[in-house]
C-alpha cells in the first residue's frame, strides 16, 4: 500500500510542478503580448524614418578610382553599387538640379525631393 501513497504523492507533485509551469508560460504569453501591442501602436504612431540619399559614383574601367558622380539614388535603392557616397537632403537636390546629376529611374529620388 505505501507503494501507491507513495506514487499518488510523486504524481500530485508532478502536476503541482505542471500548473506552476503553466502558469508561468501564461505570464509570458502575457507579457508578450502586452509588448507585441505596444510595438504595433508606436509603428502606428511614429513617423517614417527620414528619408537619406546617396550619390553613385562611375568607375573608370582599370584601378576602380571615381570617374565622377553617375546618379542620385534613395539611401535603399538596390541599383545605387557599392561606390557610393552619402548625402543630406540639400546636396543631393543641388547635385540633381544644379549640377546636372541624373537621378535614378528605379528608386526616383527627385519625386521625394519635390524636383518633378
Do not use: F
Amino acid at each position: 500500500m505505501s507503494e501507491k501513497v507513495s506514487r499518488l504523492q510523486h504524481l500530485r507533485s508532478v502536476r503541482a510542478w505542471l500548473l506552476w509551469q503553466l502558469r508561468r508560460t501564461d505570464d509570458t504569453i502575457a507579457e508578450l503580448e502586452r509588448q507585441e501591442a505596444a510595438a504595433t501602436r508606436a509603428a502606428r504612431t511614429s513617423p517614417p524614418a527620414p528619408r537619406g540619399w546617396k550619390l553613385a559614383m562611375r568607375r573608370t574601367g582599370g584601378g576602380g578610382t571615381s570617374a565622377g558622380p553617375d546618379a542620385v539614388h534613395t539611401d535603399d535603392c538596390g541599383l545605387a553599387g557599392k561606390n557610393t557616397k552619402p548625402l543630406a537632403r540639400e546636396q543631393a537636390l543641388r547635385a540633381i538640379t544644379e549640377d546636372g546629376v541624373t537621378a535614378c529611374p528605379y528608386c526616383r529620388p527627385d519625386t521625394d525631393l519635390g524636383v518633378l
